[in-house]
């Protein structure tokens, strides 16, 4: 197992657990960035973690989805639409969709997707592709996708939230304040913290000033890839 594929060791990991497959991820991230600035190398961790489970989906969909008499352009429509599918599930909306409200973005959604998420897309994959074994209908597959998207993200958003938790019991404030969900606001962040009003409330000092503090705190945080204040106080966390 130590020189095990990285493919089969993230999902070594995710099997054990959401929460483990994405520290492991921040790892190798860490150790390839290290890599990539002493060798002068180009690569791109938001690429790697696409095309994780990326062949056991499209296997799934040639073995049971795509009909022998079909052109390849058709088939191609197969294979888009099932990326849609998972889309959909976890970002809410099509590619096209996010094209259409995003046309001076290079790329594509994954492109500008958290590492978070596609952990989870990383997952999906996998999972649609033993619900197209099983020959459940796409209408079918989607809510369980779904399902299983949001139990993932809330998943993690409970990891950060014992993360966040320690930054407010270090300035003396409630642990419970550290509450870390899934963003109302996707588009700017993946994850959001409140607390930081109420706890400047408690504190009697600026709400910004509290949320400043608590960003200091979570710097050298490794789970932790960006963190922004946003309005009067909100923590933004991808």
Known sequence: G???HQDIAFEFASWISIEFKLYIIKEFQRLKADENERLKLEWNLQRTLAK???HIQTDAIKENLVPKELSKTQISFVYANEADLLNVALFGFTAKDWRDKNPEK????RDHASIEQL???SNLESINAVLIHQGLMQSERLIQLNKTAIQQMKSLAT???GIVGKAFEALGLPADLGAVRVSDRPDLAQFQCNGAMAAAKKASKNPREVAGAILEILQTEKAIE???IAGPAFINIS
Request: aromatic residues 10%.
């Open 106 to 109: 290079d790329g594509n959604v």
């Open 226 to 228: 960006k963190l922004e």
């Open 119 to 121: 952990v989870v897309l």
């Open 52 to 54: 994780v489970n990326y």
């Open 159 to 161: 990891e950060l939230s």
């Open 2 to 4: 130590t020189f095990a």
